[in-house]
């Protein structure tokens, strides 16, 4: 089988066009306080909707959980832990990076940025968000139930779907275990420039003091240099404050630059396992190839 154009086996937008389709924002906003417990709340913002509402970590859950229902062959990423209890204030942000990482790969899906579901979590501002999304599948099946594709599923598939399929399975395999390596390190970088930092901060510190110095000299020392050399440790000071200030912005733009985006990509790859996608896959090209 020749796969032509606009088959629905290729993808009719570049990468460009994905990345710049949508940009969400996802802020913590302050904790609340309910009856009985505390909880977190996030400010989303979608760039392409003008829009901005609040939501919570369980509203992100049904909003996955209600995709995979209606999605089970689409790549639905993963969600971060819950972990309420005890967490911590690094905890807090790297969800809420996830949850941003999360959004924006939904809100820049193809088959997902004109579905009304993604509308309502995106835009809805009205009391009961989580009642207005599963209103909007009651009575709907899956997507495959649906699209005027599932008719004619057996004729899109190539002769060696099979040796295909298990290529490109090894191939996500081995990017991904790549990739995850070169994350961790990515991280370790940013950790020991900001690391690095501190160490020239508190060096600068150590010469302030001595430059700073008060106790009184003794006579013998009384025509001595030490009083200009104070002054040259206490100039020098300045230039590691400075010092640690830019180690602190380069660890800092590795983070967001470099680390974040690498995750970006992980959560990507990811989401084939997300729903056991690799094995709807698998059981799906083995009905059809029998039928």
């Known amino acids: 089988m020749e796969v032509t154009q606009g088959s629905p086996l290729m993808l009719p937008h570049t990468l460009q066009e994905l990345l710049g389709h949508d940009t969400v924002q996802v802020e913590l906003i302050p904790e609340k306080k309910g009856l009985f417990l505390k909880h977190v709340e996030y400010e989303v913002s979608s760039q392409f909707l003008k829009s901005s509402v609040y939501r919570r970590y369980n509203d992100f859950v049904l909003f996955q959980e209600i995709?995979?229902?209606?999605?089970?062959?689409?790549?639905?990423?993963a969600l971060p832990p819950k972990r309420m209890l005890g967490a911590d204030r690094e905890f807090i942000e790297s969800r809420r990076r996830a949850l941003k990482r999360f959004i924006n790969l939904v809100s820049r899906h193809p088959s997902?940025?004109?579905?009304?579901?993604?509308?309502?979590?995106l835009s809805y501002n009205g009391q009961d968000v989580q009642n207005k999304m599963r209103e909007s599948i009651r009575g709907m099946g899956d997507e495959y139930l649906t699209t005027p594709f599932a008719s004619q599923a057996k004729d899109f598939l190539p002769a060696d779907i099979q040796v295909q399929f298990a290529a490109s399975r090894e191939l996500i395999r081995n990017i991904f275990n790549s990739f995850y390596k070169l994350r961790?390190?990515?991280?370790r970088m940013a950790a020991r420039a900001i690391d690095n930092a501190t160490d020239l901060l508190g060096f600068g510190k150590e010469l302030s003091a001595l430059g700073s110095d008060t106790t009184p000299l003794p006579s013998w020392a009384a025509h001595s240099s030490w009083g200009a050399l104070k002054q040259a440790l206490k100039g020098l000071s300045v230039e590691f404050t400075i010092l640690a200030d830019k180690a602190a912005q380069q660890g800092k733009l590795e983070e967001i630059d470099v680390v974040e985006k690498l995750n970006l990509f992980l959560d990507l790859l990811q989401s084939y396992k997300v729903g056991d996608l690799i094995g709807y896959y698998a059981s799906s090209?083995?009905?059809?190839?029998?039928i």
């Open 67 to 77: 995709l995979l229902q209606k999605y089970p062959y689409r790549m639905v990423p």
């Open 112 to 121: 997902f940025w004109d579905d009304v579901l993604v509308n309502i979590f």
């Open 184 to 187: 961790d390190r990515a991280e």
């Open 285 to 290: 090209i083995g009905t059809l190839s029998f």
